[in-house]
């Protein structure tokens, strides 16, 4: 069983930071892939950032050179830094594991809340 816990939501002011946090439990493997994704009401699911086993990173453009995905593997933890935050980055910010075994798995945090509001 694998588990995503993340943390480090909130309510910031335009131009603010955050750092959100996620910690993976379980039978992860060694070749999987970590990442966030967001949501709003009545929108796809979207990827924000996302970042491989050896470190290969992929950005969405609204985000790139504001946001920077961190991994440790060690302690099997992904992070993402949001810097020069917009109203437009509000919304629920999931966790996501991907797991190469016989096939891709793949699994979701519970998901955390990001609104970015003066």
């Known amino acids: 069983q694998v588990q995503l816990v993340e943390s480090g939501g909130g309510l910031v002011q335009p131009g603010g930071s955050l750092r959100l946090s996620c910690v993976a439990s379980?039978?992860?493997?060694?070749?999987?892939?970590m990442g966030w994704y967001r949501q709003v009401p009545g929108k796809q699911r979207e990827l924000v950032a996302h970042?491989?086993?050896?470190?290969?990173?992929n950005y969405a453009d609204s985000v790139k050179g504001r946001f920077t995905i961190s991994r440790d593997n060690a302690k099997n933890t992904v992070s993402l830094q949001m810097n020069s935050l917009k109203p437009e980055d509000t919304a629920v910010y999931y966790c996501?594991?991907?797991?190469?075994?016989?096939?891709?798995?793949?699994?979701w945090g519970q998901g955390t809340q990001v609104t970015v509001s003066s």
């Open positions: 996501n594991l991907k797991v190469m075994r016989s096939t891709l798995y793949e699994y």
């Open positions: 379980g039978s992860i493997g060694s070749i999987n892939a």
């Open positions: 970042m491989s086993d050896v470190g290969i990173t």
